[in-house]
């Protein structure tokens, strides 16, 4: 059974705490957010039964949202989630060709994880940065006007990051 | 700052705009700038830089007013709200329903997810406090003391900068309880939604802040009524609501007096595609397309020297114009930058102000690809209670995908045309009108891009299609 740390315990308590009394369920996405941050980057069932317990809510309830919103990750994904961009504005700009690209460079099709698992290549739509197509978004952050360079770098430095964490 | 010229008051009807904005003015600053006018000042994300901008005095001034005068103030303002649908704010606000004993609450919609919109996020991540004390003073006049900020999941480094700045706010007395001696308290609490475009949808937001999947509400009952919780509820775009502290400090009548018409104030306008300047501009509302475009004070011109093919003025959901319906209106006048002059002629010939996402694209970009695009968009993003959007979209997105990939049918196009009517309307939600318009405006304006398609499926995969007729009459070179 998967279980908060005390610290992100009290988080818990503060959020809830934002709504009315037995309003609760109301902090079922910001705390699915906490649960898919803490325990490997994606919602495990026993995690959303965990946050089912949290709210004393029906696991099921947490089954229904987690199933709806397209941040959370139902399967396993790499240790850094590429996300592209691929609507219309950034289509125009390119987004197209990053995608290719990404795909050469880690050896993946679209919604895969690379062989080492460093890396996974999601396309989203319209993330709210068309005017700094093309982009996406790299955990809590956007990386704007891509390029293939761009990308080369941002890959390196992920690898950097991920052996110096090792 | 040109509040009170001629830019600003007085004019109404095209011509006179015309006139005003190339000839007797023409060397005044005439951009007026409410809401960005200290995006540039060093340290402004923070309380002590906005506070020397004359930030909270209007909060200062408005919790010294009956909330029912603040109400008239906006109502006076002619304010239409900024999230798409336009309707007049002050209006919105008088419906709240007032029961005995039950709590209210305003929520500020920053989910800002239609394609092309990225303003609020700019206004957000840069003049935080603008917001915050926009939310302030509508919290006093709608009587909210919890007041939400839903912002989308995406965005995930805004909300430490939303609540710096409550903090700070909070800090200084503005917000917390007995603010400002008044006697009234106030909370705004951040939320982030987790990646879904039907939850900028208001009963949609409310549902997905009440911990549920983002399937839209049948109205009645409005959100005003029985809206978050059950409870009296307003939703507001953040930019609406940024604009309340400009109306505040320069009263209802005189923020009235920008713009034209029923456009009045400022607008934020997000302008992305195959521009020079892409980005976050405020205009006054009395500006022209063609100005938009091409002056250097905004998008400075096509990029790469290209002409001008097409363009989504108002977000995703809006219809797409060719150069010429454009830059003129069909019956020949100059299209300006506003509610009333966007919207000339309908569906027809004209499109809508929207979001303020404003899309341009060149001669070299392909309708049908482009409209495929939002096509799957729509298709992803439909919460699926309704058949004529759950399928629809995703008939839509498979004849789209046929005819642009050269697998299409001379039939396709008139079918596309056919699933288009028949969601229109249809649908517990305007999704499906925002799914149904781009496709039906392509066919519309395009469609023999769509016929080429359709003729030439071995050329349409190496080449595009280009201008053809759609080349702008004006040739506005520049
Ligand atoms: C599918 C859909 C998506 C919407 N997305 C947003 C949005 O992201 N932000 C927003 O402010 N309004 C959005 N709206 C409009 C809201 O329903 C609502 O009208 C608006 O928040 C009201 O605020 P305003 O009057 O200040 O514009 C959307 C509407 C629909 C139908
Ligand atoms: S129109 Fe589409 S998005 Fe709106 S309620 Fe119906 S199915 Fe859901
Ligand atoms: S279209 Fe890619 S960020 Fe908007």
Redesign the interface.
Known sequence: MPAFSEEKLEEVQKIIA?Y?EG?Q??????L??LAQDEFGGWLDVPVMDYVASL?Q?EPI?VY??AT?????NLKPVGKYVFEVC????C???GSDQIIDYIKARLDINVGETSADGMFTLKT??????????PMM?L???YREHLTKEKVDAIIDECRKNAAVNN | MAVGSPTSCQITGTAKIKQAIYSNIADQDMGVKLLLKDAQVEGIRYYDAYRKQGGYTAAEKALKMAPEAIVEEVKKSGLRGRGGAGFPTGMKWSFIAKPEGV?RHLVCNAD???????K??YLMEFIPHLLIEGLIISSFALGSN?T?IYI??????IPDILEQAIDEAKAHGFLGKNILGTGFDC?I?V???????ICGEETALIE???????NPRIKPPFPAVKGV?DRPTVVNNVETLAAVVPIINMGGEEYARIGVGRSTGTKLI?????INK???YEIDMTISVEEFIYSDEYCGGIANGKKLKACIPGG?SVPILPANLLLKTAKGETRMMNYESLSDGGFQTGSMMGSG?F?V?DED?CVV??TL??A??YR??S?GQCSPCREGTGWMEKILKNIEYGRGKSSDIDLLWDIQRKIEGNTICPLGDAAAWPVAAAIRHFRDEFEWHVANPVESQQRNYGLAHYADPLAVAV
């Open positions: 934002r009315p309003k369920k109301s902090a079922l996405i910001p699915l957010h709210l809510i309830e229904e949202v709806f919103y397209s941040m959370y691929q609507t219309g504005p289509m125009i700009n989203v739509e319209c993330l709210g940065a068309c005017g700094y197509a978004q955990g809590k952050f | 709590p800002e997810s239609e394609p092309g919109t990225f609020d996020r919890a939400y989308r999941g995406e965005y995930a480094w909370e609490y939320q982030r939604g987790a990646g879904a475009y997905s802040l009440e911990g549920k999947r983002g919780w997000s302008a992305c595609g195959n892409p980005g976050v995703s996402g899309i694209l970009q690809r482009h695009t939002l799957r968009f992803h993003e919460c």
